[in-house]
């Protein structure tokens, strides 16, 4: 009589428990759009979710502690023409997201750390170059400021959001619609799936291929044969409306902690979060190894010219503090790069006007470097006053 031997892993009993009523995020108009997108991105800072919107494409930004019922008047981020189909949090600034629309564009945002008072408008900057719908958004996992996106017509586009300029275009890999593309860990290749029913293996820099249910199904990836091991499934009664997905270093370490999806309903967001039952209160090493982190590990034109870098990891051990709000900066190369041409000098004419405005622009250029090491000054002449006030402060007391 033969005995079924069972394989030991540290994730045999994980299990998943929807959050508390007062943890989830009620009231929200998800979007009804008929697009195969997960309507739902998260970060360590931020829950974002596509909503229906009069009039265009908009989607909500929540703070993750504001759980709750949502005020129907609260601040969407707007700016699309048409219905808004995918976004995706930049994942080494945790204040930055991208957002892909029926109407062709693109749109990077800068959400701020406070509540806005009224509808965010006016992107940081539109990416333009598709001919039909962008209905897949992916930020490159190592470069800064590299963003993938697909759309309707069969196409992918690799840009340098910190230019706007398009990096690659991949044009003539997908005989049908695109499905879903996704990075590897380093994001040297893409794998892809398409209407053809071919999963594709992408090296994007050489232009050459390489190689709706209400469950949730977890397996263990492990060195050794068979690779992959199905663990557990959780079920609900409701099917899911789209799907989040928490990166690593926004998980709860001291709750053992290993996964959590934000599971879009008709109305409603619910946090669900899987759990390795352990005993002791101490911190998990084999649940928790190093993990990746906000700081990317190259630059666009870095990974452009054929670098590649694993992503830049951080320990988990005391948690992890999203860092401060930081800015994302754009800079448009083919405007500021354009210098007039050298010759003769010659009486001013209509064909001097270049000239003239690349004079008038240096001269803006210098009263804006200006203004700001004056705002620079204030700034910290504020910060020594209000130093001083507490030292009067505490003087007193």
Known sequence: MSRRVVRQSKFRHVFGQAAKA???YEDIRVSKVTWDSSFCAVNPK?????????GGGAFIVLPLAKTGRVDKNYPLVTGHTAPVLDIDWCPHNDNVIASASDDTTIMVWQIPDYTPMRNITEPIITLEGHSKRVGIL???PTARNVLLSAGG?????????????????LDDMHPDVIHSVCWNSNGSLLATTCKDKT????????????????SIRYFEITDEPPFVHYLNTFSSKEPQRGMGFMPKRGLDVSKCEIARFYKLHERKCEPIIMTVPRKSDLFQDDLYPDTPGPEPALEADEWLSGQDAEPVLISL?????PPKHREL???????????PPSGPRRSQSASDAPLSQQHTLETLLEEIKALRERVQAQEQRITALENMLCELVDGTD
């Not at 051990?317 to 503090?321: E, I, L």
């Open 22 to 24: 007062d943890q989830a």
């Open 46 to 54: 931020f829950l974002a979710i596509i909503v229906e919107a009069g």
């Open 138 to 140: 992916s930020w490159h």
């Open 153 to 169: 017509d069969n196409v992918i586009i690799i840009w340098n959001v910190g230019t706007g300029e398009v990096l690659l275009s």
């Open 199 to 214: 999963l594709r293996i992408i090296d994007p820099r050489k232009g050459q291929v390489v190689a709706g249910d209400s």
């Open 317 to 321: 051990r005391d948690g992890y503090v």
């Open 329 to 339: 900066r754009v800079t448009k190369r083919n405007i500021l790069d354009v210098r």
